[in-house]
């Protein structure tokens, strides 16, 4: 009964599948679970086969297979003097033009200023009143007043001696005693006083005869100095009117226009020299071949050409240039270097800006 029972209940779930599943599609359900257990075994070795097999190419190619050499690159550059000047004024005239070549000493530009012009005839004016000042200490009293004094003391020596005889008079008749002790005393006094008018005399004309004291030239000679200090002053800013050329080379910028105004130590242009040289930032572990004087061979992608530089500059760029390893690689933080180096002959159409790469130490 059970097994009937059992016969009739698998009856109706196969029937209930039939209804479940669509005719057309009951030939992709496999008939024995045990089969598609298989194939995926099957799927599973085929893709641990591959793996093994890329993991194999991997590791041949790391041992085998050389990493090309790490590529350098820098830049052409070149020495660039601003020409700038101490005379703030208005850009009068501009002598030479964008991509002009000049020499050293050549005019480039023309700056004027009325109000440092009128500071140089206020100096100017100065040092005139300060000469006069001068001349005037130097000179001392007028000729006249130096007379009149010699005249004052010649007329105190005179009164002086009429005093001394008058005084030797009243001294003899004092001694007859014709005269009494005053008059002789008052004679006395007369001719002291007269003495002493005589010496002041002589002072005065003395004084006069002699001029200024030291103290007194000493001033104004430093007055004089003071003066011309300032004309000197403003004489050292309008040297500025006229910009020279400080070097030569080549006009790459100018700045302002004709007509502008520009302020004290404003760049008015830039002059760029001829000494082209190639720059590399390089990390420290390409270092061991390269020092100041060694010979290293270049490629300049924009002009095809292959040249030989020599180095004359090494110098680290801080530590805000650092090459930062990481923990995983068990690798040390290395320090990045810049490197200038200048081409052994001159090469045609190098310009600053153009790409160079580095393509190692010549032998």
């Known amino acids: 009964m059970e097994d009937k029972n059992k016969a009739e209940a698998a009856g109706a779930t196969q029937q209930q599948e039939e209804k479940i599943i669509p005719s057309e599609a ?19 070795i085929t893709i641990v086969c591959i793996l093994l097999v890329i993991s194999a190419l991997a590791i041949v190619g790391f041992i085998f297979i050389k990493q090309p050499p790490e590529t350098v690159q820098g830049q052409g550059e070149a020495t660039e003097v601003r020409v700038s000047g101490k005379l703030p004024g208005r850009v009068v005239e501009i002598y030479v033009k964008e991509g002009d070549m000049v020499h050293a000493g050549d005019t480039l530009v023309h700056i004027s200023s009325k109000l440092v012009d009128a500071q140089m005839e206020e100096a100017q ?61 008052e004679a006395k006094a007369a001719y002291e006083v007269a003495k002493a008018g005589e010496a002041a005399a002589k002072d005065s004309y003395d004084l006069a005869a002699a001029g200024a004291q030291k103290e007194d030239r000493e001033v104004a000679g430093s007055m004089v100095n003071v003066a011309k200090s300032s004309v000197s002053k403003v004489q050292a800013v309008l040297e ?44 420290e572990t390409l270092l061991k071949d390269l020092k100041v004087g060694s010979k290293i061979k270049c490629w300049i992608p924009a002009l095809d050409k292959r040249v030989t530089m020599s180095i004359y500059y090494i110098k680290d760029l801080g530590t805000y240039a650092n090459w930062q390893a990481t923990k995983a690689t068990g690798d040390y933080d290395a320090r990045t270097f810049q490197i200038k180096a200048r081409p052994d002959k001159p090469i045609e159409n190098f310009r600053p800006g153009m790409s160079v790469v580095y393509e190692g130490v010549e032998k």
């Open 26 to 44: 009951r030939h992709l359900v496999p008939e024995n679970p045990m089969e598609v257990s298989g194939k995926d075994k099957m799927l599973i």
């Open 125 to 185: 004016a100065m040092e005139s009143v300060a000469k006069a000042s001068q001349n005037k200490v130097d000179a001392g009293a007028r000729s006249q007043i130096i007379e009149g004094a010699h005249n004052v003391w010649r007329q105190a020596q005179a009164g002086t001696e009429i005093a001394h005889k008058t005084y030797q008079r009243m001294q003899n008749l004092y001694e007859k005693g014709v005269i009494s002790a005053q008059k002789r005393d």
């Open 240 to 283: 500025d009117q006229y910009l020279l050329a400080p070097c030569d080379g080549e006009v790459i910028t100018i700045y302002p226009n004709v007509s502008e105004l520009v302020a004290t130590g404003a760049p008015i242009m830039t002059v760029q020299m001829a000494d082209h040289h190639a720059v590399f930032n390089v990390r």
